[in-house]
């Protein structure tokens, strides 16, 4: 029987959502999503915003701004201009999962992953959609037939799932997209990720540290503080606690199992060519 405690539950949903975001993030990066796009008309840069917002309809870039919170509003709005004249969400949607089902099968082959198939809907029929616009909408559609597709899915389940919680964490902490970037970046190594793919301007991301500096919460030298470190760890706390409740009741036998079952796709995806390396190096 595995501990049972809060801690050793949280430290066990963490490790399952990091091992299944492994396999749901390729999906942004690969070259079959890219042309999947391409063939409707929309182009590489707009097809992660409505890709992952379609699930919700055909949303202007103010949904989409506020549910994925970190992103420059006017990149949002630039790069989503047009985009449901091109192409519904529903063909948007075909393209994005016809997309990342060849990737993976290139990366993986066709292995065998019908019991976590089984265990990962089991902790995504568990998910309550309160408070979480982008789980909840994509816990709408259809469960694919495939199966390695079906798991890519639960992943993009558990992934919104934690994502919604963290973006009520981070408004509840006072950090706003910029500053959240900014020590998010220090904290991952991943600052230059951030600011080539997030949108925001050098004089916008000159003003966030300035702000988080004169709140202590960035030093002169450009390390994060005890006091951000503390900020940062309280984010997380808080983050951990919001997805708890859908851990405990999947359970940590069956979700020490799911890891088990998952961590070796996950390792092949992270040591192959679908990731960025800003990625592959968390």
Do not use: K
């Not at 199966?147 to 009520?168: K, Q, Y």
């Amino acid at each position: 029987m595995v501990e049972t405690s809060s801690e050793a539950l949280s430290t066990l949903g963490h490790r399952c959502w990091r091992t299944l975001d492994t396999i749901h993030v390729p999906v942004y990066f690969v070259p079959e999503t890219t042309a999947a796009y391409a063939e409707l008309g929309i182009r590489p840069r707009a097809g992660y915003f409505v890709s992952r917002s379609a699930a919700m309809g055909a949303v202007s870039p103010e949904v989409t701004i506020a549910t994925f919170y970190v992103f420059s509003p006017d990149l949002v709005r630039h790069v989503m201009r047009g985009c449901w004249e091109l192409a519904s969400p529903e063909q948007v949607q075909q393209a994005r999962r016809h997309g990342v089902g060849q990737a993976l099968h290139r990366a993986l082959g066709d292995p065998d992953v019908t019991e976590a198939v089984e265990l990962a809907r089991e902790l995504c029929e568990g998910f309550e959609p309160h408070g979480r616009a982008l789980c909840a909408a994509h816990a709408a559609l259809p469960w694919p037939d495939e199966p390695l597709l079906a798991l890519w899915h639960a992943a993009t389940l558990v992934r919104e799932h934690r994502g919604d919680a963290h973006m009520a964490a981070l408004l509840l902490s006072g950090l706003d997209p910029v500053e959240s970037l900014i020590t998010d970046g220090i904290a991952s190594g991943r600052t230059a990720f951030f600011r080539q793919t997030r949108g925001w301007s050098e004089e916008e991301w000159a003003a966030g540290e300035q702000r988080l500096r004169e709140r202590g919460i960035l030093a002169a030298d450009g390390t994060v503080t005890d006091v951000g470190q503390r900020r940062r760890e309280h984010i997380e706390q808080r983050t951990a606690h919001a997805t708890e409740p859908a851990w405990r009741r999947f359970g940590v036998d069956r979700a020490a199992r799911l890891l088990e079952l998952t961590r070796p796709l996950a390792r092949t995806i992270a040591d192959g060519d679908l990731l960025p390396n800003s990625l592959t190096r968390r």
